[in-house]
């Protein structure tokens, strides 16, 4: 018993899992409720991994997998950016890099009525939230925070879009991100990030949105000191 | 519909705009300036003739094979060359399978019409028996990853390829003298492809009505382009196949410039791919060299293997060495402990094991290249001297793990005795091993 | 072999900075939308368009401009020896190329949501048919009445016996010299395409490359002319000329 023990959460937390590892076992957790994050699954007593990452565990008690894709899966709340890909009658199908289009009503938006319903051509990129994430229907997208106001949301206009990962995006999202800071120090630019793994970055001059595109690209393998080393290297590239 | 839909690529309206932009400053996308090249690696693999191109992102691969067949009626005395071109859709979703598109059948045009039709190959010396057979040369182009300009990365490729491909030698004979004889790789050395000049192709992204040139578009910036022109020069400054399939026009000062720059970086493009070319070749003719030894002293083929190991990576030129071992500093001290551990043991416990140590070390294994062979030939064995230290720590850890008594000491005790018999076969060329032969007899 | 003979006159006769004769018609295939029969000597190639109509795949609409497709293929019968199949891969490359060049003349932005068709057959092929396609297509296309920006003409020419010659024939277009077939916009004065075979020095290139130009001019002074004459025709047939 005691050796099952030994393969309890505590020990595997921080650590990396693959597909098929058991990381919990319910057996010996009576009476305890646990939450489980995205990347775990239950089957009968053991909750296992179905994707590869670092365990992580939050306080009180949710476990989930922290892993690194190029796809996207939907989840509420998210705040993504999307591409318009077609439309039909009041609604956009838009690419947010899912498994299906998702869907934003041309209503979405704040204070729109039937009559002034914006038009976007194919191509559009949109900062949108996902408010419904059901199972066997497309996902639909809101241009408006959960109180009806833009908040930000809709189109971007100019700048440049790149794609990264989920897990890129998910570190610039963080309060504290080196590459985001190191850059912020010397250049000025607005930022867009997308948890589905879309960035759009806009400045005045193209030049700064090339350096911070770059820059974003290059940190993806790399710690918080080796981003800033790695910024402040590029800035005194350019500055030469 | 909706299916097509998601699975295509898609491009924003900024992006196109920022591309465009972003260029009338001089400025792309990747930092590049309108007319830099992306980093070029090209690999090659175990066989002759397979080569591996990377260009940024692009990555492809390339194949030569030959087959003796008929020849062409209205070509009796030639042999062919033929390109095929594959465009997986691992390497992009546009991609489809099945027959090749139209853009890979361009690809395999354009390629073709700067290698064969600018008679880069010498297809004449491909005819064995004039009429009934000759080589037909075929170059297999993969596209593995998609990151824009295919054409310069598969030309790359094919070129790679075709200049480190060996034919087996063949002989007419028999009693008729109609019979072809084809000659195993040990038996007769294969042959190398005759190639006359190397036609490299330049690709030119036009933007912005044809008034910004850029070279070597990357995948943003060929979604963006209105025009796109290739260019197939060599080094010599000849022109040996241009493509500006239709699209946006431009004036004609710009084509004669985008010309210009191309055979301007054909001679910097040639220079690499030589230099890789020959390093591989380098690297072949000294695993030849050391084929020797295995055959005369069968009963050590299990170091043998590690041997190559160690030797495939330490590659040619000294400055390759020199970078990699500094990453090996660290795992060449933990490995040299163990060594001297281990080497303690197996010498206390078998000593004929320790005998046969050395015949699986052979100094040639070490990068060298074949003119300070022959010089070291003459020199009899003053070999290890010419050896930098680095390397010789390099050849002790790697050889380790399982030859751990071979350490370099050991060697050049013992190459005195029983080291130079295997340093001789080694070396010597077959010709010179033969007269002597005949000599003692 | 002498491509050139020392009194500067070629295998048929011209000069190296000779055409062969041109022969135009426009309005040959009664079904078509536009047509043309396009002959340069012996090399005759038939034109006809489809279009602007509404498009048959629907997955590959454009929102912002018009489809163009393009089919090139050469009939069986038009070549000495019977040997092309119908889909080899030059036939591919050289819709491609044809389709991307009509492409560059057309204002397709003016009709979106619709697909314009052109098919080209070689009837008798005598070298140059890929310049013979283009200037058949661009009659076809006006016939058609579909805006175009410019007349897109093409003409090829080569270099042989160290000589530049013009609208190369069979013989010497398989004398295994440089090929350049150029395309124009001729009064936008923009290089729409450009094709090289085989190898030659970028001075002698410049030089082919001009004279490949300068008869891409003449060929649409003759286009205009053709297009001119049948206009007229239309205007009498109407009966206000």
């Given at each position: 018993?005691?050796?099952?023990?030994?393969?309890?959460?505590?020990?595997?937390?921080?650590?990396?899992?693959?597909p098929g590892d058991v990381v919990l076992d319910l057996s010996?957790?009576?009476?305890?409720?646990?939450?489980?994050?995205?990347?775990?699954?239950?089957?009968?007593?053991?909750?296992?991994?179905?994707?590869?990452?670092?365990?992580?565990?939050?306080?009180?008690?949710?476990?989930?997998?922290?892993?690194?894709?190029?796809?996207?899966?939907?989840?509420?709340?998210?705040?993504?950016?999307?591409?318009?890909?077609?439309?039909?009658?009041?609604?956009?199908?838009?690419?947010?890099?899912?498994?299906?289009?998702?869907?934003?009503?041309?209503?979405?938006?704040?204070?729109?009525?039937?009559?002034?319903?914006?038009?976007?051509?194919?191509?559009?990129?949109?900062?949108?939230?996902?408010?419904?994430?059901?199972?066997?229907?497309?996902?639909?997208?809101?241009?408006?925070?959960?109180?009806?106001?833009?908040?930000?949301?809709?189109?971007?206009?100019?700048?440049?879009?790149?794609?990264?990962?989920?897990?890129?995006?998910?570190?610039?999202?963080?309060?504290?991100?080196?590459?985001?800071?190191?850059?912020?120090?010397?250049?000025?630019?607005?930022?867009?990030?997308?948890?589905?793994?879309?960035?759009?970055?806009?400045?005045?001059?193209?030049?700064?949105?090339?350096?911070?595109?770059?820059?974003?690209?290059?940190?993806?393998?790399?710690?918080?000191?080796?981003?800033?080393?790695?910024?402040?290297?590029?800035?005194?590239?350019?500055?030469? | 519909?909706?299916?097509?839909?998601?699975?295509?690529?898609?491009?924003?309206?900024?992006?196109?705009?920022?591309?465009?932009?972003?260029?009338?400053?001089?400025?792309?996308?990747?930092?590049?300036?309108?007319?830099?090249?992306?980093?070029?690696?090209?690999?090659?693999?175990?066989?002759?003739?397979?080569?591996?191109?990377?260009?940024?992102?692009?990555?492809?691969?390339?194949?030569?094979?030959?087959?003796?067949?008929?020849?062409?009626?209205?070509?009796?005395?030639?042999?062919?060359?033929?390109?095929?071109?594959?465009?997986?859709?691992?390497?992009?979703?546009?991609?489809?399978?099945?027959?090749?598109?139209?853009?890979?059948?361009?690809?395999?045009?354009?390629?073709?019409?700067?290698?064969?039709e600018s008679r880069a190959v010498d297809t004449e010396s491909?005819?064995?028996?004039?009429?009934?057979?000759?080589?037909?040369?075929?170059?297999?182009?993969?596209?593995?990853?998609?990151?824009?300009?295919?054409?310069?990365?598969?030309?790359?490729?094919?070129?790679?390829?075709?200049?480190?491909?060996?034919?087996?030698?063949?002989?007419?004979?028999?009693?008729?003298?109609?019979?072809?004889?084809?000659?195993?790789?040990?038996?007769?050395?294969?042959?190398p492809l005759i190639i006359h000049h190397i036609p490299i192709?330049?690709?030119?992204?036009?933007?912005?009505?044809?008034?910004?040139?850029?070279?070597?578009?990357?995948?943003?910036?060929?979604?963006?382009?209105?025009?796109?022109?290739?260019?197939?020069?060599?080094?010599?400054?000849?022109?040996?196949?241009?493509?500006?399939?239709?699209?946006?026009?431009?004036?004609?000062?710009?084509?004669?410039?985008?010309?210009?720059?191309?055979?301007?970086?054909?001679?910097?493009?040639?220079?690499?791919?030589?230099?890789?070319?020959?390093?591989?070749?380098?690297?072949?003719?000294?695993?030849?060299?050391?084929?020797?030894?295995?055959?005369?002293?069968?009963?050590?083929?299990?170091?043998?293997?590690?041997?190559?190991?160690?030797?495939?990576?330490?590659?040619?030129?000294?400055?390759?060495?020199?970078?990699?071992?500094?990453?090996?500093?660290?795992?060449?001290?933990?490995?040299?402990?163990?060594?001297?551990?281990?080497?303690?043991?197996?010498?206390?416990?078998?000593?004929?094991?320790?005998?046969?140590?050395?015949?699986?070390?052979?100094?040639?294994?070490?990068?060298?290249?074949?003119?300070?062979?022959?010089?070291?030939?003459?020199?009899?064995?003053?070999?290890?001297?010419?050896?930098?230290?680095?390397?010789?720590?390099?050849?002790?850890?790697?050889?380790?793990?399982?030859?751990?008594?071979?350490?370099?000491?050991?060697?050049?005790?013992?190459?005195?005795?029983?080291?130079?018999?295997?340093?001789?076969?080694?070396?010597?060329?077959?010709?010179?091993?033969?007269?002597?032969?005949?000599?003692?007899? | 072999?002498?491509?050139?003979?020392?009194?500067?006159?070629?295998?048929?006769?011209?000069?190296?900075?000779?055409?062969?004769?041109?022969?135009?018609?426009?309005?040959?295939?009664?079904?078509?939308?536009?047509?043309?029969?396009?002959?340069?000597?012996?090399?005759?190639?038939?034109?006809?368009?489809?279009?602007?109509?509404?498009?048959?795949?629907?997955?590959?609409?454009?929102?912002?401009?018009?489809?163009?497709?393009?089919?090139?293929?050469?009939?069986?019968?038009?070549?000495?020896?019977?040997?092309?199949?119908?889909?080899?891969?030059?036939?591919?490359?050289?819709?491609?190329?044809?389709?991307?060049?009509?492409?560059?003349?057309?204002?397709?932005?003016?009709?979106?949501?619709?697909?314009?068709?052109?098919?080209?057959?070689?009837?008798?092929?005598?070298?140059?048919?890929?310049?013979?396609?283009?200037?058949?297509?661009?009659?076809?296309?006006?016939?058609?009445?579909?805006?175009?920006?410019?007349?897109?003409?093409?003409?090829?020419?080569?270099?042989?016996?160290?000589?530049?010659?013009?609208?190369?024939?069979?013989?010497?277009?398989?004398?295994?010299?440089?090929?350049?077939?150029?395309?124009?916009?001729?009064?936008?004065?923009?290089?729409?395409?450009?094709?090289?075979?085989?190898?030659?020095?970028?001075?002698?290139?410049?030089?082919?490359?001009?004279?490949?130009?300068?008869?891409?001019?003449?060929?649409?002074?003759?286009?205009?002319?053709?297009?001119?004459?049948?206009?007229?025709?239309?205007?009498?047939?109407?009966?206000?000329?």
């Amino acid at each position: 018993m005691d050796t099952k023990v030994s393969v309890s959460p505590k020990s595997l937390i921080d650590q990396i899992v693959v597909p098929g590892d058991v990381v919990l076992d319910l057996s010996n957790m009576t009476n305890q409720t646990i939450k489980l994050g995205s990347g775990l699954r239950q089957d009968g007593d053991a909750i296992s991994a179905v994707r590869a990452g670092k365990l992580s565990y939050s306080k009180p008690n949710t476990y989930w997998v922290e892993s690194s894709h190029k796809r996207y899966i939907p989840r509420l709340e998210d705040h993504v950016l999307g591409i318009v890909v077609d439309y039909k009658a009041e609604n956009f199908w838009v690419d947010i890099k899912g498994a299906q289009l998702a869907l934003l009503p041309g209503l979405a938006f704040e204070g729109v009525t039937r009559r002034n319903m914006p038009k976007f051509e194919v191509g559009t990129l949109l900062y949108a939230r996902v408010v419904k994430t059901n199972t066997g229907m497309n996902p639909e997208l809101s241009c408006t925070d959960a109180s009806g106001k833009a908040a930000l949301f809709g189109p971007l206009r100019d700048g440049f879009m790149f794609e990264t990962s989920t897990g890129l995006s998910r570190m610039l999202n963080s309060q504290t991100c080196p590459v985001l800071e190191a850059l912020g120090k010397k250049l000025c630019f607005e930022i867009a990030i997308g948890i589905n793994g879309r960035v759009w970055v806009n400045a005045t001059a193209p030049r700064s949105v090339i350096i911070v595109a770059n820059a974003i690209m290059n940190s993806e393998s790399l710690s918080g000191t080796q981003q800033r080393i790695m910024v402040e290297k590029l800035l005194a590239k350019i500055s030469d | 519909m909706e299916g097509r839909l998601a699975n295509m690529w898609r491009l924003t309206v900024n992006e196109s705009k920022f591309v465009e932009t972003a260029l009338q400053s001089e400025l792309r996308v990747d930092g590049r300036g309108l007319y830099d090249y992306r980093k070029l690696t090209i690999k090659f693999g175990k066989e002759y003739g397979s080569s591996e191109v990377q260009l940024g992102q692009t990555h492809v691969m390339g194949f030569v094979t030959a087959q003796l067949v008929q020849p062409y009626k209205d070509r009796p005395n030639e042999g062919s060359l033929s390109i095929f071109t594959e465009f997986s859709p691992m390497a992009d979703p546009s991609f489809e399978p099945g027959r090749p598109g139209e853009s890979a059948v361009e690809l395999g045009r354009i390629i073709d019409r700067g290698l064969r039709e600018s008679r880069a190959v010498d297809t004449e010396s491909l005819c064995v028996l004039a009429g009934k057979m000759v080589w037909s040369v075929r170059i297999d182009l993969h596209i593995l990853d998609n990151g824009g300009n295919l054409v310069d990365a598969a030309n790359i490729a094919a070129l790679a390829a075709l200049m480190t491909f060996r034919r087996p030698d063949c002989t007419v004979g028999g009693e008729n003298s109609q019979d072809v004889i084809i000659h195993s790789p040990e038996e007769r050395e294969p042959l190398p492809l005759i190639i006359h000049h190397i036609p490299i192709a330049f690709t030119f992204g036009f933007f912005n009505k044809g008034n910004i040139v850029v070279m070597d578009p990357t995948y943003v910036e060929e979604a963006v382009m209105c025009g796109r022109m290739t260019v197939t020069v060599n080094a010599n400054g000849d022109i040996c196949a241009i493509q500006k399939p239709g699209e946006e026009g431009v004036n004609q000062s710009v084509i004669l410039h985008c010309l210009r720059l191309a055979s301007s970086r054909a001679a910097a493009t040639t220079k690499i791919i030589r230099e890789e070319v020959e390093a591989y070749n380098r690297e072949k003719n000294l695993q030849k060299v050391k084929r020797h030894p295995t055959m005369a002293k069968s009963e050590v083929s299990g170091p043998m293997v590690v041997v190559k190991e160690g030797h495939k990576k330490s590659t040619a030129d000294q400055e390759k060495a020199a970078e990699r071992s500094r990453e090996d500093v660290e795992r060449l001290n933990l490995s040299s402990v163990e060594l001297k551990g281990r080497k303690k043991q197996e010498a206390a416990a078998s000593p004929a094991n320790f005998k046969g140590g050395p015949s699986s070390w052979d100094p040639y294994t070490e990068a060298m290249d074949v003119d300070s062979l022959k010089a070291s030939l003459a020199s009899k064995g003053a070999s290890p001297v010419t050896k930098s230290p680095i390397k010789k720590k390099m050849d002790g850890s790697e050889n380790t793990q399982k030859d751990g008594e071979s350490s370099m000491e050991d060697l050049t005790e013992d190459l005195g005795k029983d080291g130079e018999l295997t340093l001789k076969d080694a070396v010597k060329p077959k010709k010179k091993r033969k007269t002597k032969a005949v000599k003692k007899v | 072999m002498e491509y050139v003979n020392p009194e500067g006159l070629r295998l048929d006769g011209r000069r190296f900075n000779e055409m062969r004769q041109i022969v135009a018609e426009i309005g040959v295939v009664s079904k078509a939308d536009g047509s043309a029969v396009f002959e340069m000597g012996n090399t005759k190639v038939i034109a006809a368009v489809y279009g602007p109509r509404e498009i048959q795949n629907k997955s590959q609409k454009k929102n912002d401009h018009a489809l163009v497709l393009c089919e090139y293929s050469m009939a069986h019968f038009s070549t000495g020896d019977r040997r092309r199949q119908k889909n080899d891969r030059r036939s591919t490359e050289l819709s491609l190329v044809i389709r991307q060049t009509m492409e560059a003349c057309i204002s397709t932005e003016l009709m979106p949501h619709s697909q314009i068709d052109i098919f080209l057959q070689v009837l008798q092929a005598d070298g140059g048919t890929r310049s013979a396609c283009i200037n058949a297509a661009t009659l076809a296309l006006a016939d058609a009445g579909i805006p175009m920006r410019d007349l897109a003409v093409s003409c090829s020419a080569g270099y042989l016996n160290s000589t530049p010659l013009l609208d190369l024939n069979y013989l010497e277009d398989s004398a295994g010299g440089a090929d350049v077939t150029v395309g124009i916009l001729p009064k936008l004065d923009k290089v729409t395409l450009l094709q090289m075979d085989a190898k030659l020095p970028m001075e002698t290139f410049e030089t082919v490359f001009a004279l490949a130009s300068e008869g891409c001019k003449a060929i649409a002074e003759r286009i205009r002319e053709v297009l001119l004459e049948n206009t007229k025709q239309l205007e009498y047939r109407r009966g206000s000329a």
